[in-house]
C-alpha cells in the first residue's frame, strides 16, 4: 500500500531493504514540472514503539512517528 502510494504520487522505488528501510527518488517523469520538490526520502522501519519515540526524541526522524501521543511529547518537554 504504502509503495502504491508513493508511486502515484511522483515517487519511484529506489531502495528496500526488508525490515530496514524504504528509499524513494523522485519520479523524473512526474506529471507536473518542479515536482515533487524533494530529490528523495527516506523511510526507516521500526516495529516497535518505544525505540521508535526514543529515536524521534534523539532528533533522528524530521516529522513524528505513528504511535507517539500528546501526553508522550509533554513528558518529553
Known amino acids: 500500500m ?3 502510494v508513493l508511486l502515484v504520487r511522483g515517487w519511484s522505488k ?5 525490515n ?3 528509499k524513494v527518488a523522485r ?5 507536473k514540472p518542479g515536482r ?3 530529490d528523495g ?4 522501519i521500526m516495529r516497535e514503539i518505544a ?4 529515536a524521534f526524541f534523539a532528533g533522528k526522524f524530521d516529522a513524528i512517528p505513528l504511535g507517539v501521543t500528546i ?3 509533554k513528558d518529553f518537554k
Open 71 to 73: 501526553p508522550t511529547l
Open 27 to 31: 519520479n523524473p517523469d512526474y506529471w
Open 36 to 38: 515533487p520538490y524533494l
Open 41 to 44: 526520502v527516506e523511510y526507516p
Open 20 to 22: 530496514e528501510y524504504i
Open 2 to 4: 504504502l509503495f502504491f
Open 51 to 54: 525505540p521508535r519515540n526514543l
Open 14 to 18: 529506489d531502495e528496500f531493504k526488508a
